[in-house]
Nanobody
């Protein structure tokens, strides 16, 4: 399995930017799929973005064009650059991963992820 630790959350005004990072306990190139999910109070968990070992990405419609998921091989991290933040982006953000190429790597398939970080809070004020 993989241990995951998120960082980079915080508070920002609407229109601002934040960059989240996720540090896994093994090399990112040995992890088939990594992604970001979020959950706001009283709402269901939502997939934000995913990145597989071939570099293919998926994004939620609500963040496409504003958020960018990427891997930093030198730092061995998965990153989420969040621009043009909106109050509705306020949530706990979780890094997730799975190791199996037989499972999908997509924001609409959260059930396939079996490794989760503790989360980092993002708060966007209007």
């Amino acid at each position: 399995q993989v241990q995951l630790v998120e960082s980079g959350g915080g508070s920002v005004q609407a229109g601002g930017s934040l960059r989240l990072s996720c540090a896994p306990s093994r090399y990112t190139y040995n992890i088939y799929c990594m992604g970001w999910f979020r959950q706001a109070p009283g709402k269901e968990r939502e997939g934000v973005a995913t990145f597989d070992s071939l570099g293919r990405t998926t994004y939620a419609d609500s963040v496409r064009g504003r958020f960018t998921i990427s891997k930093d091989s030198a730092k061995n991290t998965l990153n989420l650059q969040m621009n043009s933040l909106k109050p509705e982006d306020t949530a706990m953000y979780y890094c997730a991963a799975h190791l199996s190429p037989s499972r999908r790597c997509a924001v609409w398939w959260a059930g396939g992820f079996d490794n989760w970080g503790p989360g980092t809070q993002v708060t966007v004020s209007s």
